[in-house]
């Protein structure tokens, strides 16, 4: 049940029935089907990019995860820690190693009140479509210099 605080804008829509929407709009910009969980699913480069609201948390966050692309080298394989000479990572993001997929996935979570417009939306998933490429220079310039 929403409360009178998570009303936003004029149309009295909650945050998370206005980012659903704003979702929702650039799906149908992308002319990806319509599905019943908003999910909009981006290339950018070599990183692939899935973003919703994620249905798994009571505090409603937008969740977008970029997946690294594959490699089958050994220094691609699984870490505990992020690779040398990769940036910190900002709240809410994890660099995590996703067994099904087979490389390595940046997770951001934004909460929902915090994104205003497309606009807000996409700057977010670009945001961590770039800390997974930075991320991915970082694991092959350290098998580059033998680390």
Request: aromatic share 4%; glycine share 6%.
């Amino acid at each position: 049940m929403d409360s009178e605080e998570e009303k936003s804008g004029p149309s009295g829509e909650t945050h998370i029935e206005r980012v659903n929407r704003l979702l929702r709009e650039l799906i149908g910009l992308t002319g990806q089907p319509d599905a019943s969980v908003a999910v909009l699913e981006l290339q950018l480069g070599e990183i692939f990019t899935r973003t919703l609201i994620d249905p798994e948390t009571s505090d409603h966050h937008l969740a977008i995860t970029a997946l690294l692309p594959r490699c089958e080298q050994p220094h691609y394989l699984p870490r505990m820690f992020s690779p040398a000479g990769a940036p910190p990572l900002p709240p809410q993001t994890d660099f995590l190693w996703h067994a099904d997929q087979g490389c390595y996935i940046v997770v951001q979570r934004i909460a929902v009140d915090a994104l205003a417009d497309e606009r807000s939306i996409m700057d977010a998933i670009l945001l961590t479509a770039d800390i997974a490429r930075d991320y991915h220079l970082a694991i092959n310039a350290g098998a580059a210099s033998g680390g």
